[in-house]
């Protein structure tokens, strides 16, 4: 069986919920993981941050807004009086329970609640429109199998396990919807995958039933060289081995959750990433296979923060190292580049939550120098470090000052930290260098 996740904007619209009707209706038993409409989870998000201000007025117009645009969509793609009063009737309790929320104390689980009601709607209405177009489906409730354990990692047993339950005691359907994104905590509560972590329900999913192909269907044709929100002219891969899919998801390239290949790379199953707005265009196939070497790619994380910790003789201090480390390890706080000299050492984080506390510590032994607002800039390619061009590197962006680079850490990634308000120049550089075949 195959497992198909479509995202926001796949679901966003009439016209797109169309295509993805067609693109499903084949016949074959699937399992189809949605997102949420389009907007919704970021609408979702403000949302909980008023009610965090307590500012529960701007909260309550933001509710009755969203609503408004659930009702008009459900009138236009539901003709069908009895489906429509009853998908109204659950989209309605949906919305007076986020009116409700403005009344209350603001909490992590009010806030994971919240931000849960996406991918509830997206779900029931779908499976509405299905049951209306004459297709046999199924909801099968995420809720009821999806956890992740004390690491805040999918715990694999438990959802193989409910997943068994959950899809024997459905309903027998051609296509079973589920919600993507929201899961349980170890305590049962509320809980979800992160931003984007529809893409990472698919694998989980595909992964826990040794599915066929997992297919990503978004709004562009596929993985492209660079990112097409900054620069023009950027191309679609056709095929990517897990290694190198697993590096752009990583460092930042939108179209895939960081995690989206961990789950299904060591049973080697396909993932392949497709347009919903054009089915024909041959996509991105991610596989075990390693294509020729060079630069296939360029990807840019931001919101960097760079730590540079000074010691005197550095090096020589044996287990100065093992005591930084263990200061990032207290405040679960994962380090994504580093470099040493002989008097320091400077590495990067994403997550800032405990930078407060992790510089504290740090202070009791070195002197620390902080940089936000930083991007990592990552070329991506089967021994990328090995490529003819890499060695212009340097001359190619002459103009950027690099802050730290990383070389060597494996052979598919070559990561440069820069100033954030440099990191539009540096794609398009680099793009034109390299992809473009511009002569340096
Ligand atoms: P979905 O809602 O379907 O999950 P996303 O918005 O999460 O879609 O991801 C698709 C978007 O990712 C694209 O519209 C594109 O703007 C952005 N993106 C960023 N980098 C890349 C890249 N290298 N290749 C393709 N898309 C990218
Ligand atoms: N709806 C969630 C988000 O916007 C999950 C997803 O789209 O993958 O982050
Ligand atoms: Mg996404």
Redesign the pocket.
């Known amino acids: 069986m195959k497992v198909l996740k479509f995202?926001?904007?796949?679901v966003g619209s009439v016209k797109n919920i169309t295509n993805v009707k067609n693109i499903i209706n084949d016949g074959n038993k699937k399992i189809v993981v949605l997102?949420a409409m389009?907007g919704t989870t970021n609408e979702l998000v403000a949302i909980a941050n008023h009610i965090k201000d307590e500012n529960s007025n701007e909260a309550i117009n933001k509710i009755h807004k969203l609503h408004e645009i659930y009702s008009l969509t459900i009138d236009e793609l539901l003709i069908d009086k009895t489906l429509n009063n009853e998908t109204k009737n659950y989209v309605s309790d949906i919305f007076s329970l986020l009116i409700n929320s403005t009344y209350k104390p603001f909490s992590n689980i009010l806030e994971n609640t919240i931000l849960a009601q996406g991918e509830l709607l997206s779900t029931y209405i779908f499976n509405c429109y299905l049951k209306q177009e004459g297709i046999r489906s199924a909801i099968l409730p995420a809720l009821n199998f999806m956890r992740i354990d004390t690491a805040k990692e999918p715990d694999l047993p438990y959802i193989k396990k409910h997943f068994e339950t959950v899809f024997n005691t459905a309903e027998t359907s051609d296509v079973y919807i589920t919600q993507g994104f929201i899961c349980l905590d170890v305590d049962d509560k509320i809980s979800n995958l992160q931003r984007?972590g529809?893409?990472y329900t698919a694998t989980i999913i595909g992964a826990v039933i040794k599915a066929e192909e997992v297919q990503i269907w978004?709004?562009?044709d596929g993985?492209?060289n660079?990112?097409?929100?900054h620069v023009e002219n950027t191309k679609p891969i056709s095929n990517l081995s897990y290694d190198e899919a697993a590096e752009l998801a990583y460092f930042g390239?939108?179209?895939l959750h960081p995690q989206t290949v961990t789950p299904v790379r060591e049973y080697n199953i396909p993932v392949s990433l497709k347009n919903t707005m054009n089915p024909e265009a041959h996509g991105t196939l991610i596989s075990s296979i390693t294509s020729e070497n060079g630069i296939k790619?360029i990807?840019a994380k931001d919101n960097i923060t760079a730590i540079k910790i000074k010691s005197g003789r550095m090096l020589q201090a044996h287990g100065f190292l093992k005591k930084v480390f263990e200061v990032f390890e207290v405040y679960e706080t994962s380090i994504d580049m580093i470099t040493t000299s002989e008097v320091a050492v400077s590495l990067t984080i994403d997550d800032d939550r405990n930078l407060d506390k992790i510089v504290a510590e740090l202070e009791k032994f070195a002197l620390i120098e902080v940089d936000k607002n930083q991007s990592i800039v990552c070329l991506v390619g089967h021994s990328v470090v090995n490529h003819e061009y890499t060695y212009k590197l340097f001359k190619i962006l002459k103009d950027v000052k690099i802050r730290m680079i990383s070389y060597g850490g494996s052979k598919n990634n070559i990561s440069l930290l820069i100033n954030a308000d440099d990191k539009v120049k540096t794609l398009r550089k680099l793009n034109n260098y390299l992809f473009e075949l511009v002569t340096v």
Request: glycine share 14%.
């Open positions: 995202g926001g904007t796949s997102s389009s984007g529809s893409d978004t709004d562009i993985m492209h660079n990112d097409p929100r390239a939108k179209i790619a990807a």
